[in-house]
C-alpha cells in the first residue's frame, strides 16, 4: 500500500494507523517532527474521524505525543526513556524465559525453533530488503517467550511497551553483523528453554536484553538527550 492511499476493503482507520505507524518505524516521519491531522486526512482522502483515532491509538503506544495544545508530534528516544524501557524489559523477560523453559509444551518449543530456523534463513540470504522479515521474525522469538510464559499479568506489561521494543529493535539492527549476534544470542536463549534449565534460559535473556541496550547506548551516544 502507498504510503497516502486506502483501499475501501479495508477500514481506514486500521489502514491509517498501520501507513503512520510503518512511517515513523522506517524514519519516514522523524523523531519530534509535527503530525497534522487534517494534512493527514487530505494526503489519504479521507475525514479527519479515521486519522483522529489512529493517532490515539498510536499515542496510546507511545509512537505519538499529544502535548495539552493538542499538538501531535512523532516519539523522540532520550536516553532515559530509552533505559527505562529496557530496564522493564530485561527484567520481565528474563521471568518471561524461565517460565516458558518451566511451561512450554514442545509443540510451543518447535514454534520457537521455527521462528529461529527461518530467521537463520533470512540472514543466510543476504538479500538487502531482507532486515525488515528479520527484524519481525526477532520480535516474534520475544514474542512467543512471553505468551508461553503463561503469566498474563507479565504478558500485558510488557505488551504496553510492544511498539517502542519494536521501534528500538529497528534502531538496534544497525551495526556490524548485528543480525548474527542477535541470531547466535537468541539461540543460546532456545537452548537453555529446550532444556528446561530456568535460571539459564533466564540469565541469558537477561545478559541478551543488556547487550541490547549497551549497543543502543553506544550506537546513539551523542544523538539522544
Not at 475501501?8 to 523523531?31: A, E, T
Not at 527461518?118 to 543476504?126: A, F, G, N, P
Not at 544470542?185 to 532456545?190: A, R, T, V
Not at 534460559?201 to 541496550?213: I, K, L
Request: net charge positive; aromatic share 10%; proline share 2%.
Amino acid at each position: 500500500m502507498d504510503q497516502f492511499s486506502v483501499e475501501k476493503s479495508v477500514p481506514y482507520y486500521d489502514q491509517i494507523y498501520y501507513s503512520i505507524k510503518q512511517m515513523i518505524m522506517q524514519g519516514v516521519f522523524k523523531p519530534g517532527e509535527r503530525i497534522y491531522e487534517a494534512k493527514m486526512a487530505r494526503d489519504f482522502k479521507v475525514s479527519r474521524s479515521p486519522v483522529r483515532e489512529a493517532v490515539r491509538a498510536l499515542e496510546k503506544e507511545g509512537l505519538l505525543f499529544i502535548d495539552d495544545k493538542s499538538r501531535v508530534t512523532v516519539y523522540k528516544p532520550t536516553l532515559g526513556d530509552m533505559e527505562d524501557i529496557y530496564q522493564c524489559r530485561i527484567i520481565l523477560e528474563s521471568l518471561a524465559a524461565k517460565l516458558a523453559a518451566r511451561l512450554a509444551s514442545n509443540r510451543e518449543l518447535k514454534e520457537i525453533e521455527t521462528t529461529l530456523v527461518q530467521t537463520r534463513k533470512y540472514i543466510e540470504e543476504k538479500n538487502p530488503q531482507r532486515s525488515e522479515t528479520i527484524i519481525a521474525l526477532n520480535s516474534r522469538f520475544h514474542d512467543l517467550i512471553i505468551q508461553f510464559s503463561q503469566n498474563k499479568r507479565l504478558q500485558k506489561q510488557l505488551y504496553d511497551l510492544r511498539s517502542l521494543s519494536y521501534y528500538y529493535r529497528v534502531l538496534n539492527f544497525q551495526g556490524k553483523n548485528r543480525d548474527w549476534t542477535i541470531f547466535n544470542e537468541h539461540k543460546g536463549i532456545f537452548e537453555a528453554i529446550k532444556e528446561r534449565d530456568e535460571e539459564k534460559a533466564g540469565a541469558r535473556m537477561s545478559d541478551h536484553v543488556t547487550h541490547d541496550m549497551h549497543n543502543l547506548i553506544k550506537m546513539l551516544d551523542g544523538k539522544l538527550d
